[in-house]
């Protein structure tokens, strides 16, 4: 009898406590809408998760509908149903043109085509407990997308090193939720139940590690750059004696300079005075051995002349006079 009673009561606590769980997992995005109602815009948030957790509380309202004794799976699954309808609404009011298109291309798509096509299908087509079975096995399905959908976010996070858009209080309570359920599905012995919960909670887990790596990475000190200290190394003996006898010479110098600068004016023009005195000599002997040209009275002159005595020639123009006495010179 207690073993009988135990196995009573505890589908109904973990039913209860799952119960808590999914209703604190619902009430997670609520920062996120209360931040796009206050920025007036959902730019950077994604509203697939919403549709796909929608999805979902239906799909599982039509089984627990079919399953006997399921009112705690009929009451959350609805309740969720209102909330995430509340959810996809503020967010279609607040984003931009392109999400709204997309936002409504997928809520018509999948939770009014797909879901009343499945409807009728199972209702059509299947009947009692197979009717059940496939239902169940789409149930596990679109749960696992539901656990998996915040795995999207992963991407965003390792590409852009920021944990901004991961809402780690939604990835906790899933988790919890996933596992809960899981208990809830083992004493129930409902694998249509228990299999999603297991994927759910090792996705849970995962993204949250990635979570605390990258949180971790973000508050993490940047390293303080190094100060660049110059080292001034000490000079030898030596080195050092040569140093201050070079020093004390230019202080010499430095000294001195006022009288030795004139001194060293003066001396550098004597010596350009003397080369150029040297190249104007150079100048004038040229001159004295380049005759000029006769001018027209020495021409005349010299063609009068040059009829009276044919026996003496015209020097010509082109003919350079070199003195006697310097030909003497050369002879010696």
């Not at 939770?111 to 059509?124: A, D, E, M, Y």
């Amino acid at each position: 009898m207690e073993g009988k009673s135990l196995e009573h009561f505890l589908p109904i606590a973990f039913g209860i406590l799952g119960n808590i769980i999914s209703f604190l997992v619902y009430l997670a995005p609520v920062p996120t809408i209360c931040k796009i109602y206050q920025n007036k815009s959902a730019e950077g948030y994604s509203s697939l998760s919403y549709n796909l957790s929608l999805f979902s509380c239906l799909i599982w309202v039509y089984y627990a509908h079919l399953k006997p004794n399921a009112v705690l799976l009929i009451s959350i699954n609805a309740i969720g149903c209102l909330i995430l309808i509340s959810y996809i609404t503020i967010y279609l009011v607040f984003a931009t043109r392109k999400d709204r298109i997309f936002t409504l291309q997928v809520f018509v798509a999948l939770n009014l085509v797909t879901f009343i096509g499945i409807l009728f299908l199972t209702l059509l087509l299947f009947s009692g407990t197979n009717r059940l079975t496939v239902l169940g096995w789409i149930c596990v399905g679109f749960s696992i997308s539901v656990y998996a959908a915040p795995m999207s976010t992963i991407r965003r996070v390792v590409r852009t090193r920021s944990v901004e858009f991961m809402p780690v209080n939604v990835l906790v309570c899933l988790t919890l939720s996933a596992a809960i359920w899981l208990g809830y599905g083992v004493f129930t012995k409902d694998v249509f139940i228990s299999i999603p919960c297991i994927l759910g909670v090792f996705f849970g887990i995962g993204q949250i590690v990635v979570y605390v790596i990258y949180r971790r990475k973000e508050n993490a000190p940047e390293p303080a750059e190094p100060e660049h200290i110059v080292e001034v190394a000490e000079p030898a003996p030596a080195q050092a004696a040569e140093a201050q006898v070079t020093a004390e010479g230019s202080d010499n110098e430095d000294g001195d300079g006022g009288a030795q600068e004139p001194a060293a004016a003066a001396e550098h023009i004597t010596k350009i005075a003397e080369h150029v005195a040297q190249i104007a000599e150079h100048i004038v002997k040229l001159a004295e051995m380049t005759p000029m040209s006769p001018t027209q009275e020495e021409r005349n002159a010299a063609a009068e002349e040059g009829e009276r005595s044919a026996v003496e020639p015209v020097v010509s123009a082109n003919v350079i006079n070199i003195p006697a006495s310097e030909m003497n010179g050369r002879d010696e």
